[in-house]
């Protein structure tokens, strides 16, 4: 007998996997594996999803004509030039399905996010890593390893998991060396965390050129991240491919409605932005205190280096901080066996995280 057989290189992609968060037999978790906004999402957008519940039997608005209104308004962006999606995550895929395919290169950094070469392996474009320079991505680096197949180049400002970003100068210089075919994909899911006087998430570089996207998200600072809901500003031109590949109701209304919402709760924006500043800090303290490196950060979480030897390696202190119902990430699939990410969380959070880790640090078999 004979199955159906999927399509070559299907089979070689390991499935993206997302951050615990349950652990059997523990009701109090301190779930700080997956980036999510710890001060949540704001309660006019709770309040909009509650009120589109009314109309759950009508189709939402293909286009997403009222959400991009929004985000042209607030962002002071080209509203023709803006999409919507499922997540950033069904843009990117999209993107990749669109502008590349067997016998194309797409590239990546480093410790970049999975699902670039993910997306690549399932449109059968080949992933080529670019090395990175202390955790940061490096220009120079990209543009080694591009070459005449090479149709995307992906960048995560900042990066997840390492919290690094390069600056607008860095951007700018990366887009005038890449050939003309090449499209640049700008991920910014944590910008609005980022209060650096030499970043930008790349607007500008979108306005002034035809190969320039940037994809951005309602899961991170405005905490709608159950909604999948995600955004892109990118030229006319490639908008309109991006219509004809995209699903015609992609984007269900409650979502949409929690969007516009969230979007203008700048006050709730503020707080959480306020909140993430104090305690990315304060983290950042606690593992100086305790002796522990760290990547620099500008997002809302923290990788922490444990090793990957003796009791207290990284392997070791996720089963111990588990087994107290702390949940960091693990991130040995981006390259980082020796790290583990901390989400920036409430306050009782951190601190129930730095104690557990301490404890954990004091302990000579790490469980």
């Known amino acids: 007998m004979t199955t159906p057989t999927p399509i070559e290189g299907i089979l070689n992609i390991t499935p993206y996997v997302g951050g615990d968060a349950t652990v059997e037999g523990l009701a109090r978790i301190v779930k700080l594996s997956s980036n999510e906004a710890a001060t949540g999402a704001s309660p006019k957008a709770i309040a909009a999803y509650r009120a589109a519940a009314e ?10 004509a009222d959400l991009r209104a929004g985000l042209a308004e607030v962002h002071g962006l080209n509203i023709n030039g803006l999409i919507c999606g499922n997540g950033s995550d069904e843009i990117i895929s999209h993107l990749i399905h669109s502008y590349a395919g067997p016998g194309d290169e797409v590239v990546y950094t480093e410790h970049g996010f999975l699902m670039y070469p ?7 474009a080949t992933p080529v890593k670019a090395a990175e320079d202390e955790f940061t991505a490096s220009v120079d680096a990209i543009l080694a390893v ?4 090479t149709k995307m180049v992906f960048l995560a400002n900042p990066n997840n998991p390492t919290g690094t970003y390069l600056a607008q100068l860095e951007l700018e210089r990366l887009r005038a060396r890449l050939p003309g075919h090449v499209l640049l994909v700008i991920d910014d899911a944590y910008a609005e965390f980022v209060s650096r006087n030499d970043y930008s998430p790349g607007i500008e570089l979108v306005e002034a050129h035809d190969n320039v996207v940037m994809t951005r998200t309602f899961s991170k600072i405005h905490g709608l991240a159950a909604l999948r809901l995600g955004w892109a500003y990118c030229p006319e031109e490639i908008a309109m491919v991006y219509h004809r590949v995209r699903s015609p109701f992609n984007v269900n209304a409650p979502a949409q409605a929690a969007g516009l919402a969230a979007l203008h709760d700048i006050a709730h924006v503020d707080a959480a932005r306020s909140h993430n500043d104090r305690w990315l800090a304060w983290w950042q303290d606690e593992c100086r205190r305790l002796r522990l490196q760290f990547i620099p950060s500008v997002g809302n979480f923290l990788t922490v280096h444990f090793g990957t030897q003796g009791p207290h390696s990284a392997e070791a202190a996720v089963e111990f901080l588990r087994l107290r119902g702390i949940l960091p990430r693990g991130i040995a699939a981006y390259g980082l066996a020796a790290y583990l990410r901390f989400t920036i969380g409430l306050e009782e959070e ?18």
């Open 146 to 149: 591009v070459t005449e197949r």
């Open 55 to 64: 109309n759950l039997h009508r189709y939402p608005d293909g286009g997403s």
């Open 350 to 367: 951190n601190r129930a995280a730095i104690a557990a880790i301490e404890e954990f640090l004091g302990t000579t078999n790490g469980v």
């Open 118 to 124: 993910l997306g690549a392996m399932a449109s059968g």
